[in-house]
């Protein structure tokens, strides 16, 4: 056998590039047999053709119903009781216990879909995402048809685990049935998912997510093993959550200079703070546009788009508890200047 084959076998694996080592452990087989050893070259055919390499085998970029998609690499700061179910799953996930069907329920924002790609990271496990726009089809059937093919698909996975399945936004499909404003194509769509969820093989890993909890149908709820309550932010989380993303973003971008008690002031400040995805990108975006040579100068991007409205009051940014240093960050005014405007009631 040639080093070159060993080597290309190996770069193959080291890309995750699934046909390329498939291709060339075949043609390593085929060696083997032209020189004698037919024996070894059955033996690698046959492992090539059990084997679940880098991805599912009968995943070969042939579904229109399922999409790989990358793990998380992103800061995720969650409230400790989010954190702990979250662990929780995990732990239920490795310890392979046929406990493996789990709804994150939230409202948007509320780091449900983040939380599946980590936990994907963690477990090691290749994630797939169900595509429901090619599940939906507008002719009468079709869908519950294609569901059904879904599942079929699923159930078909040559090592099941070694793979993350996410139903994102699940609701878009599995409405209620009772429900007399629902299509009846849906409801039969509905009914197909639990049909696909009660013939499921057990060692096949499911995290569902919803915004409409509400309006879920409660036989498919009682599908899941779990549900995980994503809406358990109390404003003190938030604040952390705020400070955490804010430490973040300005490692990343590499600014120089921070105020936490100035910052967590003004997001108490706030009557409701957002939830973390849209306070990730208020933040992000604050200090992305800052000016660097002003100090803290994201301070008051932060302070308008909360507050609706720009610090320049220096009366009414005292009355919220400001000192007069962090009215000179927040204005731009010197502190003596400030400090001679309060007095003087300007």
């Not at 997510?209 to 109390?234: C, M, Q």
């Not at 000192?323 to 003596?336: F, H």
Request: charged share 25%; hydrophobic share 40%.
């Amino acid at each position: 056998m040639k080093k070159k084959k060993i080597i290309n076998l190996i770069r193959y694996y080291a890309e995750k590039n699934d046909s390329g080592f498939r291709e060339e452990a075949f043609e390593i087989a085929r060696d083997f047999d032209a020189s004698g050893d037919s024996q070894l070259a059955e033996y690698i055919t046959a492992l090539m053709s059990s084997a679940n390499v880098f991805v599912p085998q009968m995943y070969n970029e042939q579904s229109s119903f399922l999409q790989k998609i990358p793990h998380s690499q992103s800061f995720l700061p969650l409230p400790t009781a989010i954190e702990k179910d979250i662990i929780g799953v995990i732990n239920a996930i490795q310890r392979n216990v046929c406990i493996n069907k789990f709804l994150f329920q939230g409202a948007p924002g509320t780091g449900k879909t983040e939380s599946v790609k980590q936990i994907a990271r963690i477990l090691d496990r290749d994630l797939f995402c169900v595509n429901f726009d090619t599940v939906i089809d507008s002719k009468l059937g079709q869908t519950s048809k294609n569901i059904a093919s879904l599942f079929d698909e699923l159930n078909r996975f040559s090592h099941p685990e070694k793979l993350l399945i996410l139903f994102d936004e699940i609701d878009s499909i599995a409405l209620d049935r009772t429900n007399s404003n629902d299509l009846r194509e849906m409801g039969r769509a509905t009914s197909a998912i639990l049909k696909g969820f009660d013939n499921l093989d057990e060692r096949i890993s499911i995290i569902a997510t919803t915004n409409l909890f509400k309006n879920f149908d409660k036989a498919l709820v009682r599908r899941f093993d779990s549900v995980i309550d994503f809406n358990r932010y109390s404003k003190e989380d938030l604040v952390d959550v705020g400070e955490s993303i804010l430490n973040d973003y300005l490692n990343k971008f590499r600014i120089a200079g921070k105020n936490i008690r100035l910052f967590k002031k003004i997001l108490n400040l706030a009557n409701s703070l957002p939830y973390p995805g849209e306070l990730k990108n208020l933040i992000k975006t604050a200090v992305a546009f800052s000016d660097t040579s002003i100090e803290c100068d994201y301070m008051k991007r932060i302070y308008e788009t909360l507050l609706n409205k720009a610090p320049t009051d220096m009366n009414l940014l005292q009355e919220q508890g400001f000192t007069v240093r962090e009215i000179e960050i927040l204005t731009g005014v010197s502190k003596s200047q400030v400090a001679r405007n309060l007095q003087e009631g300007v």
